[in-house]
C-alpha cells in the first residue's frame, strides 16, 4: 500500500450526539483527519423485517495505512451489534487536501512513561 494513499472509512449511529461523539474520539485519536456527519434515512432488513430509520453518516477520511485501525476502533466503540464499517478508496484528490490528511493522521510518539505531546 502506498504511504500516500487516503481511504474514507464509514459508518453509521443512530442518534446525532453519538455520532459526534464517535467523530470526536476518531479525531482526538488521529485516527481520521476528518469525520464529517450527516443525517440520513436507512431502510434495511433485520431479524426478518424491514425496518426504516432515521441514522447519522460518519465519513472519516483517513491514510490507507491507518484503515484497519480505525475499523477496529469503530467497532470497539459503536453502540451496534453489527454495525456498518466499510473503507473505500480514494483514487483522486487535491495534492493540498492529501497532505492535510496526512499531517493530521501521523502517529505522534508517545515518550516512555506514555506521556505524549498532543
Known sequence: MHSTALSIVQTTVASRREARRLAGLIVKERLAACVQITPIH????????????TEWL??????????????????RHHPYEVPEIMAMSITQVLPAY???VLR?????KRLRDGKGRG
Open 98 to 100: 492529501r497532505q492535510w
Open 42 to 53: 436507512s431502510t434495511y432488513r433485520w431479524q426478518n423485517k424491514v425496518e426504516q430509520a
Open 104 to 108: 493530521e493522521t501521523k502517529a505522534i
Open 58 to 75: 460518519l465519513a472519516a477520511k483517513t491514510r490507507s495505512a491507518r484503515t484497519k485501525a480505525l475499523m477496529a476502533f469503530i467497532r
